[in-house]
Nanobody
Framework: HVQLVESGGGLVQPGGSLRLSCEAV????????MAWFRQSPGKEREGLAA????????????YYADSVKGRFTISQDIAKNTVYLQMDSLKPEDTGMYFC???????????????????????WGQGTQVTVS
């Protein structure tokens, strides 16, 4: 079992930056994949960024949706059990509820597929609101 707690959302002007945090508490779950999703008003939940640490070399890999590539950065602090989403050059269309998700991924292709389908990750936080206006 893992509880994911997001924070860091708020109101920001276009062009501004925010850093979201997702802390895994009560973490007894084996996991190697973390991701951030966004749900904007009237739209389906959209995968933004994912991080996968696995394989023989345990090399961390990151993946981004085209809509945020070059503007958003996913990272983690293992000691703090926290994943971050640094968001720069924010646009009004970035407004929405941001969720983090976690799971144990059997491989890289699973992570890529899960970023495109919000029904695949099993563990979710409650979300933090970001408004760009």
């Amino acid at each position: 079992h893992v509880q994911l707690v997001e924070s860091g959302g708020g109101l920001v002007q276009p062009g501004g930056s925010l850093r979201l945090s997702c802390e895994a508490v009560q973490d007894t779950t084996k996991r190697n994949a973390m991701a951030w999703f966004r749900q904007s008003p009237g739209k389906e939940r959209e995968g933004l960024a994912a991080m996968y640490g696995g394989g023989a070399t345990y090399t961390e890999r990151t993946y981004y949706a085209d809509s945020v590539k070059g503007r958003f950065t996913i990272s983690q602090d293992i000691a703090k059990n926290t994943v971050y989403l640094q968001m720069d050059s924010l646009k009004p269309e970035d407004t929405g509820m941001y969720f983090c998700a976690a799971d144990w991924a059997p491989g890289e292709n699973w992570v890529k597929a899960a970023l495109s389908n919000s029904n695949i990750f099993n563990y979710w936080g409650q979300g933090t609101q970001v408004t760009v206006s």
